[in-house]
């Protein structure tokens, strides 16, 4: 074959080289825009009737029953109060401008009691899992801890510090810590060994393999936990306002409702329920739902829309 020839035929193969490398661009770019359509392509309608519409029906269907309830008289007046009756409790506290004052305080000791136990949660969760001998003695406690219900340990908190915010946030540290701690211990054993191993052969060990390959690999799992431990947290902080009672303390959402049963004053009573439920509620639709969403989706475990 002349050096002609050969250098047609080396021409060809990279033609052909270059064309499956078109094709292949091709199909990346024609999937890319498939998912990107199909993540945009959600109307404001659509998504109004997805996502919005559900829950504003669910609400309408139980203050329906409610109303229901209420007219038929299936309980007295005393112990079933109206939505109306409920509706004139919150305009009351919002005339008297002490409405955001009472969320406020239980918001702030929620958040910063669960900041807190994020703080001393991951640490133990991590080398729970990640020591035997550790795991061995200490997994039974958390375990046993997080079965513990909070309220139990409101008077040994009171007892240990007194009838003040120490106590709260002690309450809240023992009650939402375990719960984070075997979050984390949750997502770690699910995290398959090739990805360690794969850490350790490009030199991420100790410290480095825990940051850049164990965490961001548990984060589903991990992030159930921090959500078990919000919801630890919140019901934990309700369970102390609503047993200890201080003026130092000032009024949260616990508290208005022990109060508010103390004075036979049920519409109160349901208010107080009322907003404990909204604020769990908000919590969860404001941060942990699109956090989880977003880990998800990065994984590939949710379609994008």
Do not use: C
């Amino acid at each position: 074959m002349s050096s002609t020839d050969t250098r047609s035929a080396v021409s060809d193969r990279a033609a052909r080289h270059d064309g499956a490398g078109t094709g292949l661009d091709t199909l990346r770019a024609g999937l890319d825009a498939l998912e990107a359509g199909h993540a945009q392509g959600a109307s404001f309608g659509q998504v109004l009737r997805a996502k919005v519409l559900p829950p504003i029906l669910g609400v309408v269907l139980v203050v329906g029953l409610w109303q229901l309830a209420y007219s038929m008289h299936l309980a007295s007046p005393e112990k079933l109060s109206s939505p109306a009756e409920v509706w004139h409790a919150l305009t009351l506290l919002w005339s008297e401008g002490t409405l955001f004052s009472i969320i406020w305080t239980s918001l702030w000791r929620g958040v910063t009691g669960f900041v807190a136990a994020v703080a001393i949660g991951t640490p133990i969760g991590l080398v729970v899992a990640r020591v035997k001998p550790i795991r061995a003695a200490i997994g039974p406690v958390l375990t046993g801890l997080q079965s513990l219900p909070s309220v139990a340990w409101v008077p040994a908190a009171v007892i240990w510090l007194g009838i003040n915010n120490s106590a709260m946030y002690a309450v809240i540290l023992l009650g939402a810590t375990p719960s984070i701690a075997n979050g984390l211990i949750a997502g770690i054993d699910q995290v398959p060994p090739l990805f360690l191993r794969a850490g350790r052969t490009l030199g991420a060990n100790g410290l480095r393999g825990a940051r850049h390959v164990l965490l961001p690999a548990a984060l589903p799992g991990y992030l159930a936990g921090l959500k078990q431990g919000w919801a630890f947290s919140w019901r934990s902080l309700m369970a102390a306002e609503l047993i200890a009672s201080s003026p130092d303390l000032g009024i949260g959402l616990g508290r208005y409702l022990q109060n508010q049963r103390e004075f036979s004053d049920m519409p109160g009573v349901l208010l107080g329920i009322i907003l404990i439920f909204a604020v769990g509620v908000a919590i969860d639709l404001l941060f942990f739902s699109p956090l989880e969403r977003r880990v998800l989706r990065s994984r590939g475990l949710l379609a994008a829309r």
